[in-house]
């Protein structure tokens, strides 16, 4: 799974959703977080712009695009994955 380009799926999710920069630094701040401390759960940033932090699973990638859903809200998101 590629990070990088599920990281910049995930920033373009909370913009696209009306969060500011603010936002988007404090995310990036949980993120990096999460990467650096194994078991601490990537943040769906649904449900960080509503104040939890809500892991991310991952799913089966398909030809090029890696999947990952939230296990709270559910939703589900896409982006490339070019290992």
């Not at 701040?29 to 809500?54: H, M, V």
Request: hydrophobic letters at 40%; a positive charge; glycine letters at 8%.
């Amino acid at each position: 799974m590629s990070l990088e380009f599920m990281l910049q799926e995930m920033l373009q999710q909370i913009r696209v959703r009306g969060g500011a920069e603010t936002h988007v630094d404090a995310y990036l701040t949980e993120w990096r977080s999460a990467i650096k401390n194994f078991g601490k759960p990537l943040p769906c940033p649904i449900c960080f712009l509503k104040g939890a932090i809500q892991r991310l699973n991952h799913l089966d990638d398909e030809k090029g695009v890696g999947k990952v859903r939230c296990t709270c809200c559910r939703k589900y998101f896409v982006f490339i994955n070019t290992m």
